[in-house]
């Protein structure tokens, strides 16, 4: 609640990455990225089969402007994205009265593993906590999807539930671990 995130004129710089806002000739990486089957099916989506199935991704994330594209400094492309979206703590009475937004990412297959996704988010957190004045971030994977789970804990994130999601994209249900971060922790333990 509360808080519109924006990012269409807010640049990131981390030692690897860049994040920012979408430009409209990043169709190519995109693709690139998507396309590859078992990356964004993880995340709750099916691969991109055509240039088209990107470009309407684009489109969203233009509109939308709550995600940013990673790209990559030294290889000079988009390699994924990372958004900062509505959260499942917003119809939770545990959490009300705070403002709270849940982070979403996925990352080009050929760059998993270098601990790339914990550098952008960091550097997301940092934003949502200092410029947005967020209260807490929160964050989900799918139970077999261990390599998100193990992207949360590096974070610090502390496990709340598991819930039933429903991908319609997928047409299918998958128990999802949710997990929460609060500023205030972070600030104390900082
Ligand atoms: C989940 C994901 C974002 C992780 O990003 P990343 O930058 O590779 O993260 P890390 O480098 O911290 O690696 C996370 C874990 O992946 C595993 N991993 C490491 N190298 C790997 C490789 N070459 N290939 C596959 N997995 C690997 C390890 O378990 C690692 O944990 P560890 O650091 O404790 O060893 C990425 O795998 C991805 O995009 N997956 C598909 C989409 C997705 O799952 N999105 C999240 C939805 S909740």
């Given amino acids: 609640m509360g808080v519109v995130v924006d990012v269409s004129n807010v640049v990131l710089e981390t030692g690897r990455l860049i994040l920012r806002y979408w430009h409209e000739n990043d169709l190519a990486d995109l693709f690139a990225y998507a396309s590859v089957p078992g990356v964004g099916e993880m995340a709750g989506w099916p691969h991109h089969r055509t240039e088209e199935d990107s470009r309407e991704i684009l489109k969203s994330f233009m509109e939308k402007k709550d995600v940013f594209a990673i790209v990559h400094k030294e290889d000079k492309k988009v390699i994924g994205s990372l958004g900062v979206h509505e959260s499942w703590a917003d119809d939770d009475p545990e959490y009300s009265g705070m403002c709270v937004k849940e982070i979403g990412y996925v990352l080009a297959r050929d760059y998993w593993g270098q601990g790339l996704v914990p550098e952008a988010a960091r550097a997301v957190i940092k934003y949502c906590f200092?410029?947005?004045q967020l209260d807490?971030?929160?964050?989900?994977?799918?139970?077999n999807n261990y390599r998100s789970q193990r992207v949360i804990e590096k974070l610090g994130f502390e496990?709340?539930?598991t819930i039933q999601l429903k991908s319609q994209a997928l047409g299918q249900v998958?128990?999802?671990?949710?997990?929460?971060?609060?500023?205030e922790r972070m600030t104390k333990e900082a």
Avoid: P
Avoid at 136 to 143: I, Q
Avoid at 174 to 183: E, S, V
């Fill in 130 to 132: 200092d410029e947005l």
């Fill in 174 to 183: 998958f128990d999802t671990k949710c997990y929460i971060l609060f500023r």
């Fill in 159 to 161: 496990y709340v539930k």
């Fill in 136 to 143: 807490a971030l929160t964050c989900g994977h799918f139970v």
